[in-house]
């Protein structure tokens, strides 16, 4: 078996010419991951393959509406010329970077014109209140650019994302990464994803509406101020006793 391939379904096209490629993983505000998969559902893309690794992970889920769901699938939205590549998982430790470059390669040979991958960043890192994001791009990309400052230097992105940085830096491939500022590493971030995406349409003229994820977003504060209120009190009554 090859280390990394690519399985259409029967829904796949023989080219993907000047479509756009997005992705993201399981990184910091689970942005990345959250992003795409919300991408998925509000466009209603089909699945038109998979990536297998030597080392594929040992999970798989069920929806009614996709099925048997695989860890790292591709989906098609023929109107607006998009594929989103959903990574349920993270590819193994020792293929990260050849999972990466497969998928550089695979973007190059069906014509795919530029990769946008969405990532989350520390909030702590802000300059100023206002800042919403930050965004790294390779040598190669020539494409639009956010209303924003880049990656503060010095800082350095991590994980699968930087691996794709990596391997289209070296494949000489336009990439352009889209990191919105999260509150917490290991808590999904909605409104962090929803602002990513908001500036991911932007820059390709996608029509998408993250008004779902913001309203999670804010029932997900909602919720967590009530938790706080609850704690506080819990606190407050048990000091009490000791009047």
């Known amino acids: 078996m090859a280390k990394v391939k690519f399985v259409p379904t029967e829904a796949a096209k023989e080219s993907y010419e000047g479509a756009y ?6 990184g910091f505000g689970f942005v990345g991951a959250l992003s795409t998969e919300y991408l998925v559902e509000k466009l209603d ?7 297998i690794t030597k080392y594929t ?8 509406k996709y099925s048997l769901e695989l860890p790292f699938e591709l989906y098609y939205h023929e109107k607006s010329n998009l594929l989103v590549l959903l990574n349920r998982w993270i590819p193994h430790e020792v293929e990260k970077f050849r999972y990466a470059q497969f998928v550089v390669k695979w973007a190059k040979k069906n014509g795919v014109k530029a990769i946008y991958g969405l990532g989350g960043l520390d909030s702590s890192f802000k300059e100023e209140p206002s800042e919403t994001l930050r965004w ?10 956010p209303q924003a400052k880049p990656m503060v230097g010095g800082l350095k992105v991590i994980g699968p994302l930087a691996h794709l940085l990596i391997a289209s830096e070296i494949e000489k491939f336009p990439m352009l990464a889209l990191l ?7 808590r999904q971030d909605p409104r962090a994803s929803a602002i990513g995406i908001t500036e991911l349409a932007k820059l390709i003229k996608l029509e998408v ?7 999670k977003a804010e029932n997900m504060e909602k919720e967590m101020e009530k938790l706080k209120k609850i704690l506080e009190m819990s606190v407050s009554k048990k000091d009490s006793y000791y009047i």
Not at 57 to 64: K, L
Not at 139 to 145: D, H, T, V
């Open 21 to 26: 490629l997005v992705t993201g993983f399981m």
């Open 45 to 51: 893309m089909v699945k038109v393959g998979f990536f």
């Open 57 to 64: 992970p040992d999970q798989v889920s069920y929806s009614e």
């Open 136 to 145: 790294v791009k390779t040598s190669y990309y020539n494409g639009p650019l």
């Open 180 to 186: 919105p500022y999260c509150e917490s590493a290991s």
């Open 209 to 215: 509406d993250v008004s779902d994820l913001f309203a």
